[in-house]
T-cell receptor
């Protein structure tokens, strides 16, 4: 799986959009970009994933650049409950592999 | 639909002992993966079971083992516990079968402390 690079920490004011960047310059054509988050001492929570088109669900939007070397997770209206560590993961949908390779992630702090 | 459940939630063991952790996946999910999370190493993949067979394994010593039952419930075992095995052990389930897009859903974890 390709390696990802994320800033170690970010701050965001409550109610504002949180834009979390991820660099994955060595991504292969068959690799997807996944985002998970982990709120303190809980299990990671799936947020969204995509291949090359932008994706949106009830939690967030995922913007992937045209060359697929980077992406941005957008939380449109951050709340205090969005304070967590956010992990960007790149992986292929192979037949048998389910392994997620977590990096160090971005610690997002949402403040009043 | 009930989420992934893990038991026990907290466990304290002494060095040299062994421990068994249990995971019940989301109903209908046939794949169960295990991860270890420590402050120093972060989240690391242990192994994955699908249809009672281990089909993917991380880089952990043989003291770490697991199994999956016909109802997809899974257990992991750690023998001869060391202080460094103190960690949060997470279980994740998914619909994964023969490829395609799938997400992993994590349980709350078992916090193991080795003294």
């Amino acid at each position: 799986d390709a390696k990802t690079t994320q800033p170690p920490s970010m701050d965001c004011a409550e109610g504002r959009a949180a834009n979390l960047p991820c660099n994955h310059s060595t991504i292969s054509g068959n690799e997807y970009v996944y985002w998970y988050r982990q709120i303190h001492s809980q299990g990671p929570q799936y947020i969204i994933h995509g291949l090359k088109n932008n994706e949106t669900n009830e939690m967030a939007s995922l913007i992937i650049t045209e060359d697929r070397k980077s992406s941005t997770l957008i939380l449109p209206h951050a709340t205090l409950r969005d304070t967590a560590v956010y992990y960007c993961i790149v992986r292929a949908h192979t037949g048998t592999a389910s392994k997620l390779t977590f990096g160090t992630g971005t610690r997002l702090q949402v403040t009043l | 639909k009930a989420g992934v459940t893990q038991t026990p939630r907290y466990l304290i063991k002494t060095r040299g002992q062994q421990v068994t952790l249990s995971c019940s996946p989301i109903s209908g999910h046939r794949s169960v993966s295990w991860y270890q999370q420590t402050p120093g190493q972060g989240l690391q993949f242990l192994f994955e079971y699908f249809s009672e067979t281990q089909r993917n394994k991380g880089n952990f010593p043989g003291r770490f083992s697991g199994r999956q039952f016909s109802n997809s419930r899974s257990e992991m075992n750690v023998s001869t516990l060391e202080l460094g095995d103190s960690a949060l052990y997470l279980c994740a389930s998914s619909l994964a079968s023969s490829g395609g897009a799938y997400e992993q859903y994590f349980g709350p974890g078992t916090r193991l402390t080795v003294t």
